[in-house]
């Protein structure tokens, strides 16, 4: 049974790095074919996609938050963590972790088969 579990600050101040962890469990994030994926649903609005990495290690971004969004793996935890810089109040949203077969933005709710439970990120000083 794969589960993923997302781990992190709730409150993040303006201009610092949000940081969050997704632990996985069941399968392997380096041998499974899926993309390891982070999505965000701001208040009032869709789940928004904003990049993933691949059992190979490669790493697929939103163009919309390139220039913020790290995502890397430790795959001695079978974890992946997001990274984001500059937060704005903008950015406060539910995140979610999830194990995808596609990459597509807008969101393709078909792509996805395992979801984390969420966790509620607010920017605010």
């Known amino acids: 049974q794969v589960q993923l579990q997302e781990s992190g600050p709730g409150l993040v101040k303006p201009s610092q790095t949000l940081s969050l962890t997704c632990a996985v469990s069941g399968v392997s994030i380096t041998t499974d074919s899926g993309y390891w994926t982070w999505v965000r649903q701001p208040p009032g609005k869709g789940r928004q996609w904003m990049g993933a990495i691949a059992y190979s290690g490669s790493t697929y971004y939103s163009p919309f938050l390139k220039s913020r969004i790290s995502i890397s793996r430790d795959t001695s935890k079978n974890q992946f963590t997001l990274q984001l810089s500059s937060v704005t109040p903008e950015d406060t949203a539910v995140y979610y972790c999830?194990?995808?077969?596609?990459?597509?933005?807008?969101?393709?709710?078909?792509?996805?088969?395992?979801w984390g439970q969420g966790i509620q990120v607010t920017v605010s000083s």
């Open positions: 999830a194990r995808a077969i596609g990459l597509s933005s807008p969101l393709n709710a078909d792509e996805y088969d395992y």
